[in-house]
């Protein structure tokens, strides 16, 4: 990668609405670097890109959610969130002829918000291009905070943490699972991004319990020995529903569900006491197939929903941006005082944003699954 190659990724084919994701779905190809900037435009070098499920929906036709587009075959796959370096702002609008001779009517613009050298997100709108380099204007960029950059993962942190996934993670557990002390809590894809960090989130609020439903027994220990659970079940082994059953004996109070399907209806259905709280977070076992969003349930489940008085609406964490700001200050200092374990599963390469999405869409990650484009002087390393 130099200043003046560009790569991009884009959807070469859908996967279909019933059809897991292949590589076959995925391209690179050169394309332009951007050179003409306009005013109010930033030219940003991509430095990391987050992978995540809602992508899998981009890849559909129609993505069934009204905060997401979906990609077009043949173009540039749009990410939902990235960290780069800025390399170049547009130019400043010059004072014109008129502003000169003091007419207050003329367009007087500030200067650029940033500068070349430093560390941006994507702020609000979930749009992070795969590119090597591309432009943004200025209000799609947020600056990140210098004080985190030298904490563990760095400049990572804001999308392992400090942003979707957190932000996801906390005001779930704390504003749908109203989380107190002596809940017993369950989570599923508990060893994912949102998964290891919403355990995280109901210990430091004084659950009782933390229960994990992961893929795999790597993952039950890493969840047990790393991330503080009191206990981690394998949904693949054939004793999960009786160790899931050992696991909650005392019934459970409330569930972070990252998942949904036949996992969801057996923690509800079986395990979940009256007057329990879901946080509905996703339902990634149907991701693949042809369902609305939130999908359908089965009738022995939307029964004992019923009965139990539980409470399972749909959660977004969108829905709750005005509570961003004070939910980012303390999770800012959950880390700082060494509370918040935060794990990262890194693919290296632009070529490999098609292969770490598939990744963890079969489960290869713990914690966040993301891919460095390149460090901060456009080098990067390849397999
Ligand atoms: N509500 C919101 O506002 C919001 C915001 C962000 C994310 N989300 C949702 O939160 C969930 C987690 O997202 P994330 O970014 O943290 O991803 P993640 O958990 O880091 O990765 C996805 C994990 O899902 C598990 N999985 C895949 N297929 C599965 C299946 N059929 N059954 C059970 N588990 C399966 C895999 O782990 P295993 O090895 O355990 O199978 C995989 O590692 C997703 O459903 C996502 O859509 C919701």
Same mark, same amino acid.
């Given at each position: 990668?130099? +200043?003046?190659?560009?790569?991009? $990724? ?7 609405v019933n059809g897991t994701l292949t590589e076959k779905n995925f391209a690179v190809r050169e394309c332009d670097y951007?050179? +003409? ?19 899998? %929906? ?11 587009? #979906? ?14 370096? $800025? ?9 014109? @002829?008129?502003?000169?001779?003091? +007419? ?7 200067? #650029?918000? *940033? ?9 609000? =709108? ?31 942190? !804001? ?16 504003? =749908? ?6 809940? $017993? ?8 991004? %949102? ?57 459970? @109070? ?26 509905? %977070?996703?339902?990634?076992? +149907?991701?693949?197939? /042809?369902?609305?969003? !939130?999908?359908?349930? #089965?009738? /022995? ?11 399972? &609406?749909? *959660? ?16 800012? =200092?959950?880390?700082? &005082? ?35 484009? %390149? ?9």
């Open positions: 990668m130099t +200043d003046s190659s560009n790569k991009e $990724v884009i959807l070469s084919a859908r996967p279909g951007p050179s +003409d900037l306009k005013s109010g435009q930033v030219l940003i070098r991509n430095l990391y890109l987050t992978v995540d499920p809602a992508q899998r %929906c981009q890849m559909n036709e129609e993505t069934g959610v009204h905060y997401l587009l #979906p990609n077009q075959v043949g173009s540039r796959v749009n990410g939902l969130g990235g960290v780069g370096e $800025v390399v170049k702002c547009g130019p400043s609008d010059q004072p014109s @002829d008129d502003l000169a001779t003091g +007419d207050s009517r003329s367009p007087i613009k500030s200067p #650029p918000k *940033f500068k070349p050298g430093d560390f941006v997100m994507n702020s609000e =709108r979930l749009h992070w291009p795969w590119a090597e380099y591309f432009c943004l204007a200025e209000e799609e960029l947020a600056l990140i905070d210098p004080e985190i950059q030298d904490l563990p993962h760095g400049l990572k942190l !804001p999308l392992a943490y400090l942003g979707l996934s957190g932000l996801t993670s906390y005001l779930g557990v704390k504003s =749908r699972g109203k989380v107190t002390s002596g809940d $017993v809590v369950v989570v599923s894809g508990a060893a994912g991004s %949102c998964g290891t960090l919403a355990g995280q989130f109901a210990l430091e609020w004084g659950a009782k319990k933390v229960i994990g439903i992961c893929g795999s027994d790597e993952k039950c220990r890493a969840l047990v020995d790393g991330f503080r659970f009191t206990t981690a079940v394998n949904y693949k082994s054939p004793a999960f529903e009786s160790k899931l059953a050992e696991a909650c004996a005392d019934g459970v @109070d409330v569930y972070f569900d990252n998942v949904g399907g036949e996992i969801s209806r057996i923690v509800i259905v079986d395990h979940m006491k009256p007057a329990g709280r879901v946080v509905l %977070c996703g339902q990634i076992a +149907d991701y693949n197939k /042809d369902v609305p969003y !939130p999908p359908p349930i #089965p009738k /022995d489940m939307q029964n004992a929903i019923v009965a139990k008085s539980i409470d399972r &609406e749909r *959660f977004l964490v969108l829905s709750y941006q005005d509570q961003f700001p004070e939910a980012l200050g303390d999770m800012k =200092r959950m880390i700082l &005082e060494g509370k918040i374990r935060v794990e990262v599963t890194e693919a290296e390469g632009i070529e490999k944003a098609g292969w770490a999405l598939m990744n963890m869409m079969n489960g290869g990650n713990i914690g966040k699954q993301m891919v460095k484009v %390149c460090d901060s002087s456009g080098r990067v390393k390849q397999d």
